[in-house]
């Protein structure tokens, strides 16, 4: 019996070549945090690589997001980034870490979630990246694994949400509605994703942990405050459907591919 809803043998999906392959979404409101104070994130993606050819700064690569501008200045809004395995910069070393991370419309410092596991190359991850008023949150494969607070003064995460969230000097990030588009399998054009993405979609709301693992298991997702629905399975053409509001994307390159 199934346990998850990761793409399956005979599933197509969309498939990035890690060098100047991918998609652009035209900007709307809804894709902001600052729209209505909260906004959820989700895709299925598959590293083909654990060091990504286009990287940049201290090792990362922007795999989904939305924002312009070169090293974290300019338009910025928020985005996904995971780290190369090896020989990244930071200390301590991030290898393969996966981050959600929210902007000040002037890019520099962020505040995001993030985890950092031993992944390997070809398999399936389920990521969805939350944000509310003051804290941002991230999950992988259905489970919540951090929240850290980037606005107002630092509190605790819900009781049910282990472990809490960092103790770092608190960063005050507000972010604003900007007009980059959204982009898949880079933010910038500067680092690229290499492997696959899939079932990519974004609320205008938060969602609860019980609707991230309904979606993990079962691909169950909720249609209130849904704004954006790419699932990415045409296997022809040069456009990502949106199936909810209708606002398709661009594909630049990105090759569509059956799992085996």
Request: aromatic share 12%; charged share 20%; glycine share 10%.
């Amino acid at each position: 019996m199934a346990t998850n809803a990761a793409p399956r043998q005979g599933d197509v999906y969309l498939s990035f070549n890690g060098l100047d392959n991918y998609v652009e979404i035209p900007s709307t409101a809804d894709y902001s945090v600052a729209t209505t104070g909260e906004l959820a994130v989700a895709a299925w993606i598959r590293p083909d690589t654990l060091n990504f050819p286009r990287w940049e700064r201290t090792g990362y690569v922007h795999w989904f997001g939305k924002g312009e501008g070169v090293d974290d200045v300019g338009q910025q809004e928020w985005v996904f980034r995971i780290y190369n395995r090896d020989h990244t910069t930071e200390v301590p070393p991030r290898p393969n870490r996966v981050s959600f991370y929210v902007f000040n419309p002037d890019g520099r410092l962020g505040v995001g979630s993030y985890f950092q596991d031993a992944l390997q190359e070809g398999n399936w991850m389920f990521v969805v990246g939350v944000a509310d008023t003051t804290r941002t949150y991230i999950y992988r494969d259905g489970r919540y694994r951090r929240c850290d607070t980037y606005r107002g003064p630092p509190v605790s995460c819900p009781i049910h949400f282990l472990p809490p969230p960092n103790d770092n000097v608190q960063l005050e990030i507000n972010p604003a509605s900007g007009a980059s588009p959204v982009r898949l399998g880079t933010r910038d054009r500067r680092s690229f994703f290499q492997g696959g993405i899939s079932r990519v979609r974004i609320w205008n709301r938060v969602l609860g942990a019980d609707e991230v693992s309904a979606l993990y298991v079962s691909d169950a997702a909720p249609s209130n405050g849904l704004v954006a629905e790419f699932l990415l399975n045409a296997d022809t053409g040069a456009t990502a459907t949106d199936t909810a509001r209708g606002n398709d994307g661009s594909i630049f390159g990105a090759a569509w591919d059956i799992q085996r």
